[in-house]
Antibody
Framework: EVQLVESGGGLVKPGGSLRLSCEASGFTFNQAWMTWVRQAPGKGLEWVGRIYIQSDGGATDYAAPVKGRFTISRDDSKNTLYLQMNSLQTEDTAVYYC??????????WGHGTLVTVSP | QSALTQPPSASGSPGQSVTISCTGTSSDIGGYNYVSWYQQHPGKAPKLMIYEVTKRPSGVPDRFSGSKSGNTASLTVSGLQAEDEADYYCSSYAGRSVVFGGGTKLAVL
């Protein structure tokens, strides 16, 4: 059974930093492209970014609102995906989901972790 | 403002069919056959319902179907059931990004 378990969310002040983790199991993690998607309270889904597999160069792509502030990385030895978030703003408040990614679709989702940015 | 445009709400009675539209551009929906749809119940993570325009993942009822014409994709739910009441989001591959619609709240009356 595929499982994605996010952790690391919490309350942080504007300008602060936070690192989210997503532990994967039930599939070959090092062969899976992965993404982060977020959802602000009462709002729709927003793509944050994705990371390729290492054999594809491990490249990353980001949505415009987070580019330069957020960094996606992976540790295939730990089956774990990360999202480093710096210079956080109140508009970054959201539930953050990690997902698998293949040809534009997101098949498996974690349960999400809530990030609240507030003074 | 979302990249893809969906109606904010839709509704139907049990047993009826309802279609939700999703309009994009030639840079996303119109340029690739990589449209997907997600169902989200309150407080839950989204669930993949349709991928690559028309394909259903294992376990998704065949009451759910997808299509595309030009820059507009559609999700049709036939034989509506109470458990279909949820938010539905369309999504499309857009080259080096993924774009979502704003979501449609489906009510089963």
């Amino acid at each position: 059974e595929v499982q994605l378990v996010e952790s690391g969310g919490g309350l942080v002040k504007p300008g602060g930093s936070l690192r989210l983790s997503c532990e994967a199991s039930g599939f070959t993690f090092n062969q899976a492209w992965m993404t982060w998607v977020r959802q602000a309270p009462g709002k729709g889904l927003e793509w944050v970014g994705r990371i390729y597999i290492q054999s594809d160069g491990g490249a990353t792509d980001y949505a415009a609102p987070v580019k330069g502030r957020f960094t996606i990385s992976r540790d295939d030895s730990k089956n774990t995906l990360y999202l480093q978030m710096n210079s956080l703003q109140t508009e970054d408040t959201a539930v953050y989901y990690c997902t698998t990614y293949l040809r534009g679709y997101l098949e498996y989702w974690g349960h999400g972790t809530l990030v609240t940015v507030s003074p | 403002q979302s990249a893809l445009t969906q109606p904010p709400s839709a509704s139907g009675s049990p047993g009826q069919s309802v279609t939700i539209s999703c309009t994009g551009t030639s840079s996303d929906i119109g340029g690739y056959n990589y449209v997907s749809w997600y169902q989200q119940h309150p407080g839950k993570a989204p669930k993949l319902m349709i991928y690559e325009v028309t394909k259903r993942p294992s376990g998704v009822p065949d009451r759910f179907s997808g299509s595309k014409s030009g820059n507009t994709a559609s999700l049709t739910v036939s034989g509506l059931q109470a458990e279909d009441e949820a938010d539905y989001y369309c999504s499309s591959y857009a080259g080096r990004s993924v774009v979502f619609g704003g979501g449609t709240k489906l009510a089963v009356l």
